[in-house]
Every structure is written in C-alpha cells, then in structure tokens.
C-alpha cells in the first residue's frame, strides 16, 4: 500500500511516502522564521506551513518516484499540536484523499513518535517502554502490542526540549536550543555546577524541568553573569560550556533514571527512545551504557525520525489502514489530544 504522510502540528511541514511500511521519501522543511524569537510563533508557523505545503507534498511524491494518482491512502497529524498548524495538514491531507478517493486516517501525533523506531530494518519487539522526549512532550510508555499502550507518566510541567529551548535562550544560544547546548556541552565539564535533579517521588514517573531551568537562571544572576535590565549575558566561552554540560547532565540523569525505573518496574528488556530530545548525544551514550550493563535493548531512532517528520505519520497510518481504521472527513485538529 502506497500512503502518504503528512505532518504539520509545529514548525516542521514534512511530507512523506512509504510503500508497505517501508520510507520511499521523508522531506522536512524546518521554518527559520522562529529562531529570532527564541521560540515558535503559532501564527507564523501556521502561515509557513500554508506556503510551503504544496511544494514539500511535490518533493516527497518525486524522490519516491510516484505521482498522486499512485497513491492509495492518506495520512495526516490530527493532534497534539498548535491548532492553526494542524488545520494546514489535516484539511490539506482530507482534501486530497477526498479528491483521490483514498481512505484518509487522522493521527495522533504521539503516536507517530512511539512507533518512530519501527521505521528502520531493525524494530522493537514488544513489550518495550518509550521515553518520548520532545519540545513539546516528555512521556514514559509502555508499549504491550501495537496500539495497546499506557502513559506511565509525564511532564507536570515544561517538556524536556523546552527546558534545553529556554535555558539555551537565556544564555543567548538561540532556537531550538537542543542541538546547540549538545554541541557546546561537549568541551564542558557536567560536574561543573551542581543544578538540582527532580526526581518527584519515587513511586511517579512523572517528570518537572521548570525548576532546572529556574535553577540556571538563578545562577546566572548570583554570580552576576546576568543583567536582566539589559537582558545581557557576560561569560567567557568554558563557563558557557559548564553551564550547558552540567544543565544537561542534570537533564538527562533524570531521564535515564526514570526509564530504567519503569522497566524495572514492569520487567521489560527493550527501551525506545524517540522524539527531539532522543537526538541528544549525551542521553544516547548514557542510556546506552546503561542498557548494556543490564543487557537490556536500546533503540533510538536516526536524527530525521527523531525530529518531527512526516515518515513517523505514515507508518501509524499503514498500520491503522492494515486494521480497517480510518477517518471520516469531519474529523476535527485537537491540540491536546491525548495519548491514550
Ligand atoms: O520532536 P521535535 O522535533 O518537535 C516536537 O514535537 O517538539 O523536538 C524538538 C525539540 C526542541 O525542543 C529541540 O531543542 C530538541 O527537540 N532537540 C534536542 C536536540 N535536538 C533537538 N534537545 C537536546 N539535544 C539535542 N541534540
Ligand atoms: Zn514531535
């Protein structure tokens, strides 16, 4: 079955093709127009994707070397998401299966990252437990069989990609801050600063990044690297790399200790890591120490599945399509949809 996917719920308009489960084409068009304001504009965003969806749908169907008319089902993120953004790729998504006439299937945005690791040969067997970790999510799954899942716990409050998001715009490293803080943090010393970890307690996996965050931003301001009248940072180049390898040690302490938790917990062998954060360098070799040591399995997925991409949508849409579950036309954009 030859599916096209498509994924619009932030600031990535991706459009991809897959034949039987398997990425014929994946592209993603990162909107630029947000870094200058240290954080994604819901209405710029909504208006990037309305100029370049037309244009990423044609790429897809050209590197997978089909035209429209090969194809035979369409997906396209229902939600979460920011509500004008996913009203781009939902009504682009159900006006072309409409004029198709293709079966057309709403997806839970989650959901795609869950089964992001399914994309490559090599996949989870189940049962498995996801860490999906994100700009906008940070969420401990277990996973029994496709589609029979559970939200072990979640963030009370900011995501861990916000955390990395915020704290790189206090310390002037631009957006999104993730990457930025991973490849500063590499001449760094993580034990430099010691920020607080937020376990909660031991019997949630839920997580809290707000107060880490709140805990560079104190810092900057006792030893005085910080004008907030001026909003201006004064710091020399190792400090900076402290900063961020010791902000990011706490982060991904966190992270890592939750999930061998929770798969101690449950006794499963096989841990999945997936969405924005899952690219982070640190928690990958931490995580994969970890698991080795366990003899446990490691997944995570390559850098264009971590991010949000349009590959993750489609495969959920095949798998949805192979059990007889599609949408109707009238189905509505939800921004919180929930992941249950
Ligand atoms: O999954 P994603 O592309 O979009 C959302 O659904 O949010 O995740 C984006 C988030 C951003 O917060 C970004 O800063 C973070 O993922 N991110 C990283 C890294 N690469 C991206 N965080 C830490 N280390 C990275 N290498
Ligand atoms: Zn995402």
């Given at each position: 079955m030859i599916i096209l996917g498509i994924e619009t719920s932030c600031d990535e308009?991706?459009?991809?093709?897959?034949?039987?489960?398997?990425?014929?084409?994946?592209?993603?068009?990162?909107?630029?127009?947000?870094?200058?304001?240290?954080?994604?504009?819901?209405?710029?965003?909504?208006?990037?994707?309305?100029?370049?969806?037309?244009?990423?749908?044609?790429?897809?169907?050209?590197?997978?070397?089909?035209?429209k008319n090969d194809l035979q089902s369409i997906a396209a993120t229902q939600g979460p998401g920011?509500?004008?953004?996913?009203?781009?790729?939902?009504?682009?998504?159900?006006?072309?299966?409409?004029?198709?006439?293709?079966?057309?299937?709403?997806?839970?945005?989650?959901?795609?990252?869950?089964?992001?690791?399914?994309?490559?040969?090599?996949?989870p067997s189940?049962?498995?437990?996801?860490?999906?970790?994100?700009?906008?999510?940070?969420?401990?799954?277990?996973?029994?069989?496709?589609?029979?899942?559970?939200?072990?716990?979640?963030?009370?409050?900011?995501?861990?990609?916000?955390?990395?998001?915020?704290?790189?715009?206090?310390l002037g490293l631009g957006y999104p801050g993730g990457p930025v803080i991973d490849k500063l943090s590499v001449d760094g010393n993580p034990r430099a600063i010691n920020f607080p970890r937020s376990y909660l307690n031991h019997d949630t996996f839920d997580f809290s990044f707000s107060g880490i965050k709140t805990a560079?931003?104190?810092y900057l301001k006792h030893q005085g690297l910080f004008d907030p009248d001026l909003g201006e940072l004064s710091i020399n180049q190792q400090h900076l790399a402290d900063i961020c390898a010791s902000f990011q040690e706490a982060v991904v302490d966190v992270l890592v200790s939750k999930t061998?938790?929770?798969?101690?917990?449950?006794?499963?062998?096989?841990?999945?890591?997936?969405?924005?954060?899952?690219?982070?360098?640190?928690?990958?070799?931490?995580?994969?120490?970890?698991t080795e040591k366990r003899h446990f399995k490691l997944f995570y997925p390559p850098l264009e599945y971590c991010m949000d991409n349009a590959a993750m949508i489609a495969y959920v849409g095949w798998m949805k399509l192979q059990r007889q579950i599609e949408s109707g036309f009238d189905i509505p954009a939800v921004a919180n949809l929930e992941l249950t």
């Open positions: 308009t991706s459009a991809a093709v897959l034949d039987g489960g398997t990425v014929k084409s994946n592209v993603i068009s990162s909107q630029l127009v947000h870094a200058r304001y240290g954080g994604v504009v819901p209405e710029l965003a909504s208006r990037a994707h309305q100029r370049m969806i037309i244009e990423v749908v044609d790429e897809a169907l050209t590197k997978a070397g089909v035209t920011l509500a004008g953004a996913l009203l781009v790729g939902l009504c682009f998504g159900k006006a072309m299966a409409y004029g198709l006439q293709v079966p057309f299937v709403g997806i839970n945005h989650m959901e795609g990252h869950l089964y992001s690791n399914f994309l490559t040969k090599e996949k189940y049962p498995f437990v996801s860490l999906i970790v994100s700009g906008g999510h940070s969420m401990l799954v277990h996973v029994k069989a496709p589609f029979e899942h559970r939200v072990l716990g979640q963030t009370r409050d900011d995501a861990a990609g916000e955390a990395f998001d915020k704290v790189a715009k206090m560079v931003l104190y061998l938790l929770a798969a101690n917990e449950l006794n499963v062998k096989v841990i999945a890591l997936a969405g924005g954060v899952s690219a982070n360098s640190s928690l990958r070799k931490r995580m994969k120490h970890e």
